[in-house]
């Protein structure tokens, strides 16, 4: 932040992200720090880890202010050249600059690219241009004011009102009203009452909170000190899933600066209010993000859901009042009582207002984190900031919300995406997971894949999501067995019905879903690897054969050579043939072929 | 407080449970998993009602919602029927081994699954062993893992150390799938083998060693008589008698 306000300095943020740590982004940071201090660098540098800048698939990332310089795939390597040719005397490294794939023209800086043109980043406004560790950097960038601001102008009942009219709705999946919650444990006479942050994140392929505690773990314990005041609680926890270790160490962090600038404690900023927060390390149980689960793990129990017919809002922890929110949820409140509910709310559609992160994986050309406008298409964040399908494949069908989510298809990928559109197409807004699904994709198998592992992450305590799952899951593997019949559809539908009505907690109650939404779209598909034995995506061994097209082939011999078996034969420039006895439909040569030579029979 | 359950308007304590109010009333709701010794589970769903209030209407557990409001009951719908005859279907899958379930199963006549998995189990996961045992005191079981692996058992499967052989357990299993086996003098159950403490008089087992001595720690005489309950019945009735001469 120094360098910002000093126009001869500059600042450098390397994006220590998960994905551009994976990366090796940490070697690029501590060789950039070592080049700086020991070359003859006449100019003056800031060098700061930041977390998560969202653009997962160019990482790791570098830029470089004030020129507004952005650095893709940075290795330890270039960092000689950064210094010497960019930081020393301005010259820009072409071959270290993300290169349009419509215009083939080189992009200086991150702002001009579509995939950061769309969005709008009120949870994520800090992640990668402050440094998490500290809390400068967060006060520099109007860090805490909103705390002050509600503490020393506003009421506790101006502050639910605030986040009422804003219209926030709860971002861990369920999509309740922030503000009503806040209301309902306000209202509540007993003594202590309590604040959580669900940061058990654990759908496969989502890291927006991951993203959020890691890179600005401030957000969120400023989200919880306003809400503590507004609620009158005492203690805060957040819950941390225990794989995310770092995020631990930065909230560790943030919490101990936090204290020691009077964010926390006794008397906050010389006010009546005494609140502070621990870390709870999860147990490694993703039915411990559905929030009963989650009290009980917190309270040393085994994490298993309870039915909520008395809300957390009154009998919460220990049967104490509590407000339980998610880490983005979290991460919002700063902004909306710093701006106000009115341009909070301007954001979005009319029943879910503001911004949504997603993480965005799968058959994707930019893999990464994404915040855009609830009502954005599913179009618009596949296509325009997504970059589409990779590799010339056609895309098939995108599934939201995690595991519990529903699949998609092409028709509806005009969908304006918010929580109410979504639970109309069959699936739901869930956490934020996006998975995209190519071609190459079979919906059966998908299916089967999801509830497969809602078998082993159910909690397993009531009969309809236990032993419902455990029934679909026998079907849909008989079915990509070859087994299937089409009685068993109905059978599909029957139980998925049953679990939907009557399962203890939400992961139960949307269980199915993949379920149903892959029998609402994709019928075909199932019904030909039932009737026809076939996998139209060639993914079911059992009910898949490939061939080569003799027209289509060029003898390339591509096929060949990714061959694991070697099944496939033929001259150069001649049509190859594959042996079926050979064969284990492992699907190499399809994903290889460069001319859809290789067809599923 | 006023509530109507099946078109019938009962009185009702605020608080209570749904389950627990139909029952008062002579209304039956099914139930696999609960007991009135324990309360509500809100395990095995069979005791799933539908709940008016106002205008909304939702399926609720009857043997964990409490009654605050003054709602509308009906506990048998065709969609409630529905789930009932799927419940039973489905936990018959789980326990074709189990008379208990047949009987269930008969009773709701349910095609079952034709993919049912060939397993001889007769647990149908309820924890109401679980329970009796907490209940004792001696929290020996639990169920243990999670999802479809969810069963129940020992720590790490050992023998129970903390387990005193009472066989609560076992008494109150609906589907008989605890283990106990007694010889002459000795009771197993839970991988543990337990010495049998007979009745001095009949010779009828009054428990085990661990169960006496952990009843008589409790302020109980068990162990000091060395009597069963019948002979120590007796025995009270003579000395009665007697003074009475």
Not at chain 1, 170 to 196: D, H, L, M, N, S
Not at chain 1, 358 to 385: A, C, H, Q, Y
Not at chain 1, 445 to 451: K, M, Q
């Amino acid at each position: 932040m120094q360098a910002a306000n000093d126009l001869d300095s500059k600042l450098i943020l390397v994006c220590c992200g998960t994905g551009c740590l994976a990366n090796g982004s940490r070697e690029v940071y501590q060789s950039l720090k070592k080049q700086l201090t020991d070359s003859e660098v006449t100019v003056s540098t800031f060098t700061k880890p930041t977390g998560c800048n969202g653009w997962c698939e160019k990482g790791p990332l570098v830029k470089i202010m004030p020129d507004d310089i952005t650095y893709c795939q940075v290795k330890a390597s270039d960092v000689p050249a950064i210094v010497e040719k960019t930081i020393q005397n301005g010259e820009l490294l072409e071959r270290l600059l993300y290169r349009d794939p419509q215009t083939k023209k080189r992009v200086k800086s991150h702002h001009q690219i579509d995939f950061y043109k769309k969005q709008h980043k009120l949870a994520l406004r800090n992640i990668g241009e402050i440094d998490p560790a500290s809390i400068d950097d967060y006060i520099a960038r109007d860090g805490y004011k909103a705390l002050a601001k509600a503490l020393r102008k506003m009421t506790p009942s101006e502050v639910v009102e605030e986040v009422i009219a804003s219209g926030l709705r709860g971002r861990g999946g369920g999509g309740f009203p922030t503000g009503i919650k806040w209301r309902a444990a306000a209202g509540q006479p007993a003594q202590p009452k309590y604040v959580i942050c669900n940061g058990d994140e654990g759908d496969p392929g989502a890291f927006m909170d991951r993203s959020i505690m890691e890179g600005d773990p401030h957000t969120v314990i400023e989200g919880m000190i306003i809400c503590a005041y507004a609620i009158g609680a005492t203690r805060g926890f957040i819950y941390v899933r225990d794989e995310y270790s770092l995020a631990v160490t930065n909230l560790g962090i943030a919490i101990d600066s936090a204290r020691r600038h009077g964010y926390l404690g006794n008397n906050i900023l010389g006010s009546q209010l005494c609140f502070d927060i621990e870390i709870v390390r999860g147990g490694g149980a993703f039915v411990c993000g559905e929030e009963t689960a989650l009290m009980a793990s917190i309270e040393g129990n085994v994490g298993e859901p309870r039915d909520k017919y008395v809300f957390p809002t009154e009998k919460g922890l220990w049967g104490q009042p509590t407000v339980i929110n998610n880490v983005e949820t979290w991460a919002n409140i700063p902004v909306i009582i710093q701006d106000g509910a009115e341009q909070f709310a301007a954001l979005g559609t009319a029943g879910s207002k503001g911004t949504k992160v997603f993480s965005l994986v799968g058959k994707v050309v930019n893999t990464g984190l994404v915040e855009v406008p609830m009502g954005t298409t599913l179009r618009d964040i596949i296509f325009t900031i997504g970059g589409g399908i990779p590799g010339g494949r056609g895309f098939k069908a995108v599934q939201t919300g995690g595991p519990s989510g529903g699949c998609i298809p092409e028709s509806k990928l005009d969908l304006q995406v918010d929580f109410d559109s979504l639970l109309e197409a069959g699936s739901m807004m869930g956490s934020g997971g996006i998975i995209v699904m190519d071609d190459r994709t079979c919906m059966v198998e998908i299916a089967r894949y999801y509830v497969h592992f809602l078998a082993g992450e159910s909690c397993g305590k009531c009969t309809p999501c236990r032993e419902g799952i455990k029934a679909l899951l026998d079907t849909l593997t008989a079915i990509c067995h070859g087994q299937g019949r089409e009685e068993d559809l109905l059978y599909l539908e029957e139980i998925s019905h049953t679990m939907q009505d009557a399962s203890l907690c939400a992961l139960g109650r949307t269980a199915a879903n993949p379920v149903l939404s892959t029998l609402r779209y994709f019928k075909d598909e199932y019904l030909a690897h039932i009737r026809e034995h076939c996998c139209p995506a060639g993914i079911c061994r059992e009910l898949t054969e490939f061939e080569i097209d003799p027209a289509t082939c060029t003898g390339c011999g591509l096929c060949t050579k990714n061959c694991p078996v070697d099944a496939i034969s033929g001259e150069k420039k001649q049509a190859h043939i594959i042996d079926q006895n050979k064969c284990i439909r492992c699907g190499e040569c399809i994903d290889h072929c460069r001319f859809n030579a290789v067809l599923v029979r | 407080m006023r509530i109507i359950i099946d078109e019938k308007p009962v009185e009702v304590e605020p608080g209570i449970t749904i389950l627990e109010a139909a029952r008062q009333n002579g209304i039956d709701i099914p139930t696999l998993c609960y007991h009135e010794a324990f309360g509500g589970q809100g395990m095995c769903r069979m005791c799933m009602v539908e709940v008016k209030n106002g205008t909304s209407s939702r399926l609720v557990a009857s043997c964990t919602y409490p009654i605050s409001e003054e709602i509308e009951v009906r506990t048998s719908t065709p969609a409630i029927a529905r789930i009932r005859r799927n419940i039973i279907g489905l936990l018959y899958r789980r326990a074709p081994n189990s008379e208990f379930m047949r009987q269930w199963y008969e009773k709701y006549e349910q095609p079952q699954s034709r993919l049912s998995p060939d397993v001889e189990e007769s647990c149908i996961l309820c924890r109401l062993c679980v329970k009796a045992c907490e209940e004792m005191g001696s929290s020996a079981i639990a169920a243990v893992f999670r999802g479809t692996e969810k069963r129940i058992g020992t720590p790490y499967d050992d023998a129970a150390t903390a387990c005193i052989g009472c066989g609560a357990c076992a008494q109150i299993c609906p589907t008989g799938a605890i283990a106990m086996t007694e010889s002459e003098d000795r009771r197993t159950i839970w991988n543990r083998e337990f010495a049998l403490v007979r009745c001095q008089k009949c010779g009828r087992p009054v428990g085990t060693g661990e169960q006496l001595e952990y009843i008589a720690s409790k302020g109980g005489s068990a162990l000091e008589s060395g009597l069963c309950q019948v002979c120590r019945k007796k025995q009270a009735a003579v000395r009665v008698s007697e003074f009475y001469r």
